[in-house]
């Protein structure tokens, strides 16, 4: 029972983690709204949006995380890379081309398959949203990590997540 306790020590404190780091997102966001409200000017749609509290960066930016990479992507592997049903999917990128951030397109190998790609107002908020992390994470390691502790923890996380991706496959 003793040889339990040290991997149940550090699973609470993992998951302590973990919860820390939806409370630092769950700030994050709101200062990402904020922020880009502040300091980016858009055009009007996209403006309407920033000052809307109904906008959700976090689902705009997974989405436009999983297409910005590919150029463009069919509706079944956003589906598949969110993890969510074809009508969720559907009920997103709805949402997402109704902001101007995405536009649909026909496949020119199959008229059934409907492509999803960013528009230029999708790829600048992503873009802005990129920048904001990296300057925000920049910051936060710099000022609370010497260089040998990054080293570390960049270590740490990579096997974390190596061991994540072996498990979901």
Not at 16 to 43: C, D, P, Y
Not at 69 to 97: C, D, H, Y
Not at 118 to 144: A, F, K, M, P
């Amino acid at each position: 029972m003793t040889e339990d306790l040290p991997a149940k020590t550090y699973t609470e404190q993992v998951i302590s983690i973990i919860e820390g780091f939806v409370q630092m997102w769950i700030k994050f966001e709101s200062m990402l709204h904020t922020e880009l409200a502040r300091t980016h000017k858009l055009n009007s749609k996209a403006s309407t949006e920033i000052n809307n509290e109904e906008t959700n960066y976090t689902l705009f930016y997974r989405a436009s995380s999983i297409i910005y990479p590919r150029g463009q992507i069919t509706m079944g592997e956003l589906s598949a890379a969110l993890s969510v049903t074809f009508s969720k999917a559907t009920r997103i990128i709805n949402w997402l081309v109704d902001s101007g951030y995405v536009k649909r397109l026909p496949d020119a190998h199959d008229r059934r398959i409907v492509r999803v790609a960013l528009t230029d107002d999708g790829l600048n908020l992503h873009q802005r949203i990129n920048t904001y992390i990296t300057e925000r994470v920049q910051e936060l390691l710099t000022s609370s990590l010497n260089e040998d502790e990054r080293r570390i923890l960049f270590t740490l996380i990579h096997k974390v997540a190596s061991a994540l991706q072996e498990v979901a496959g």
